[in-house]
């Protein structure tokens, strides 16, 4: 099947007066081999129904047609979701009708807005927004077994970085309650139209069960926030408002057998669900 090159990607941009803009992270992907690596990398297979966020001009979505068994292609550019369609009439009409467009905001959809139960998430995600909407679709769509998806280069490297490592943060910790979070490989920067000032990279996720808790993933994530809100300081610090005082704090992080001089960076997301169990009632 035919994909998007430099030469298709201006042109259709030109065709539909697209300028790309930076706040809705619009960098199109204009290296045939970049999205073939991305499908190959994400294990999609020919029952997968594929969530892809921000489609774009297609470069991603026409790699995916051919392989999985159906794409579901959320995009917020009107035009751009008006457009996808046509083009993949155009590029791969023997695929055509393996395409849902949903015209929206991937952070704004519920369920009830997309046409199946996507079982893997594959895109290549606009940066300002990568880490709440992979969070997002985590979240409401519990059919989603697993993702592959580009993000900046330093965002894909705090998603999936480890307790003890100084870019271990927020990130690190809600992706690690709802999927076991690796980084898959570098991306330069040259394969977009424009090029971004910063890498890429691809990152893989693969659902796993949150950690058994009493508290509910809302507690659990009020303390992660705390945690890192100040973290510099020790989580009996930290944790003060949290807990009311750092009297009680302190009290709880015993309790969870945390130390409380400790700090947020040294926890794993198991530790933060038990200090939230702890938490005094006030
Ligand atoms: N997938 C295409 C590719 O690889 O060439 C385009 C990727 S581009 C980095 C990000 C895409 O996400 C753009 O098409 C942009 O319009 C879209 N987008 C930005 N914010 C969005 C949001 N909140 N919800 C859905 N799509 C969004």
Do not use: C
Not at 31 to 47: H, L, M, N, Q, S
Not at 150 to 164: I, K
Not at 165 to 180: F, L
Request: no cysteine; hydrophobic share 45%.
């Amino acid at each position: 099947m035919s994909l998007l090159g430099p030469v298709e990607v201006r042109s259709l941009a030109e065709r539909l007066n697209i300028r790309p803009t930076k706040k809705l992270g619009q960098n199109f992907v204009i290296d045939g081999g970049t999205v073939r690596k991305i499908v190959r990398v994400a294990g999609v297979t020919p029952e997968d129904v594929v969530i892809e966020i921000g489609p774009g001009l297609g470069s991603l979505t026409l790699a995916l047609l051919g392989e999985v068994a159906q794409v579901v292609a959320v995009e917020i550019d009107p035009v751009l979701a008006e457009q996808l369609p046509l083009t993949v009439a155009e590029m791969a009409p023997e695929h055509a009708g393996r395409l849902s467009v949903v015209p929206a905001d991937a952070l704004r959809i519920g369920p009830e807005d997309l046409p199946a139960e996507p079982t893997a998430l594959v895109a290549n995600l606009p940066y300002n927004v990568s880490v709440p909407v992979v969070l997002h679709l985590l979240q409401i769509l519990p059919s989603l077994r697993r993702g592959l998806v580009m993000v900046q280069a330093e965002v894909a490297d705090r998603l999936a970085a480890a307790p003890g490592s100084k870019i271990y943060g927020v990130p690190s910790v809600k992706a690690a309650w709802y999927a076991d979070v690796r980084r898959a490989g570098p991306v330069g920067r040259n394969v977009f139209w424009p090029a971004p000032n910063v890498d890429s990279g691809l990152v893989s996720l693969v659902r796993r069960d949150p950690p058994p808790t009493s508290a509910t993933r809302e507690e659990v994530f009020a303390v992660v926030d705390a945690a890192f809100a100040q973290r510099r300081k020790t989580l009996r610090a930290a944790l003060a408002s949290w807990a009311g005082t750092a009297a009680a704090a302190e009290e709880a992080l015993t309790k969870a057998g945390i130390n409380p001089a400790e700090r947020g960076e040294q926890l794993d997301v198991h530790d933060f669900a038990r200090i939230a169990e702890h938490r005094p009632t006030r």
